[in-house]
């Protein structure tokens, strides 16, 4: 596993501490491993994601009907 030493503010230091206290992690590492993959899975483009190309080819085997207009849309919703 890589080792980095990273500099923090004292602000993004607190984050880590709460992050680590509220999930009862043992060390800042496990804090900021936390952080990373909530960030990955909140703002990372779907598209990075490995499962998302799983996804597409779901999508792309799905049933689907060929409809002419808008109305024809709404007709059936209503």
Same mark, same amino acid.
């Given at each position: 596993?890589? +080792?980095?030493?990273?500099?923090?503010?004292?602000?993004?230091?607190?984050?880590?501490?709460?992050?680590?206290?509220?999930?009862?992690? +043992?060390?800042?590492?496990?804090?900021?491993?936390?952080?990373?993959?909530?960030?990955?899975?909140?703002?990372?483009?779907?598209?990075?994601?490995?499962?998302?190309?799983?996804?597409?080819?779901?999508?792309?085997?799905? +049933?689907?009907?060929?409809?002419?207009?808008?109305?024809?849309?709404?007709?059936?919703?209503?």
């Amino acid at each position: 596993m890589p +080792k980095a030493v990273v500099e923090l503010s004292e602000h993004a230091n607190r984050v880590v501490n709460v992050v680590k206290a509220r999930d009862g992690l +043992k060390g800042k590492s496990e804090a900021i491993e936390s952080i990373v993959l909530a960030y990955e899975q909140e703002i990372l483009d779907p598209a990075l994601r490995p499962e998302f190309g799983a996804d597409l080819q779901r999508i792309r085997r799905g +049933k689907f009907r060929r409809m002419k207009s808008l109305e024809e849309v709404l007709g059936e919703s209503r």
